[in-house]
């Protein structure tokens, strides 16, 4: 019933005419690599023999059901979890850093201090300060994160990862629990953000379109290996209404639900 | 304005009508003196420093038997919420005591302390040490994992991590444990000083029984009453003061 024709694994493109901002230091990025990754929880295959290759300054979405393995395959590159079998190549815990599907901010530090997490040197607050601005809440250093809206909470988190100027940033449906509007605006800000530092970035997500207006390739987790890599040409700042957005979404889609073969 | 004053109807008519039965003689001056006698006798306690001097001796007490159970509690908290070994070596034991209230250890702390000073540290000491130990252990534990989580993968670990994540993270619990203290501290000091003491707020009412001094039996049961208060109130400023991040005590907008 499930569809499991895979598409041939597309080779990493060069960044080509498709990408608007050719001074983008994609040198700053990590090239990830995994070879035969599995993971097993008991007899629970959750991945199986998995490989993947991205090149640095890459955009990728993994996009897949609940429950594919998406977020345990980013949880294996972050290091917070060791695969059952395989190799990562993923550099240095301190070169990638995560933001989780919840802002989890230290309710007890304020807004700059819980971005200053983790910093060490004498201009930490100063370092802290130029990222929160970056997310545009410079003005709010000095609250307590209780006091901040969910999209909020997630821009502070996305400074704190960024402070670190992080080669490789994974991102855990952080947009999840965010409503619509937020959502566009943090595509934006996400963006923008990864076009300036230029660092690799892998972004498990549910939403499609999330995917497509995001990612140079969005990979598709299924039945624990990749079912699907499409690569992204469309150029950037996406519009949803672009030529060949909606056909990409659909074909993607498509792949998920399973419902026919692949039209494009 | 109404509903301000509501409260207060029930005690003021209250004491209207203990003031008026004392009077009328229908209630014994030896039973409940009136209430504008407990108010004379409070006064002139005041003005003799008898008072002051009681107190004072109580509130010493009180606060040292607290520093020492309650951070002996604390002490062990911290150990057995950090490692799980020390609570595997403690935790059974400290719960099978924690089930004798501390009230039943009278007959043997006064054999082994004697009706001194000694005896009465203890005896508080014991009552104020297993709130703090129990809500010291629970929120080292329930500190969320994910924020643990999340700290580990920005670099922070040792003393860092406990400093800047488990501590801060156990704090309310910990004063939730401190706050039941304060209020075990008075219950189980009264008892103390009732026993047997040569001076504190226990020796002025237990003198006055006496003497069939009700207005000053009255008295030190109001003044246990108002440090009772007193110990709560001081308990909610520190954690006003110490969990400012806290959705209950944060000023808004700040």
Known sequence: MFLTELDAPTPVLERSQDDSTPSRPAANGLALQLRGVA???????VLKELDLRVAPGEFVALVGRSGCGKSTLLRLIAGLDAPTDGRIDAGDAEERRLMFQDARLLPWKRVVDNVALGLTGSDVRDRAMEALVQVGLGGRAQDWPATLSGGQRQRVALAR???HRPRLLLLDEPLGALDALTRLEMHRLIEQLWRRHGFTALLVTHDVTEAVALADRVLLIDRGGIALDATVTLPRPRSRTAPGFAELEERV???????????G | MKNRLLPWLLPAAILVAWELASRSGLLAARILPEPAAVLAAFWQLLRSGELAHHVAVSTVRAFSALAIGGGLGLLLGLLTGTWPRAEALLDTTLQMLRNIPALALIPLVILWFGIDEAAKLVLVAVGVFFPVYLNTFHGI????????????????????????????????????GVRFSLGLMWVLLI?????SAQSGIG???MNAREFLQTDIVLVGILLYAALGKLADVAARALERAWLPWHRGYAPQGS
């Open chain 2, 203 to 205: 020796y002025l009412t």
């Open chain 2, 191 to 195: 008892v103390a000083e009732t026993l």
């Open chain 2, 141 to 176: 534990r329930n500190v969320d994992r994910d924020l643990i989580e999340m700290a580990r993968s920005y670099g922070l670990k040792g003393w860092q991590l406990y400093r800047q994540v488990i501590l801060p993270g156990a704090l309310p619990s910990i004063l939730v």
């Open chain 1, 253 to 263: 889609l498509r792949h998920i639900v399973g419902q026919m073969p692949l039209a």
């Open chain 1, 39 to 45: 993971k097993s929880f008991g007899a629970r295959h």
């Open chain 1, 161 to 163: 990862a960024l402070v």
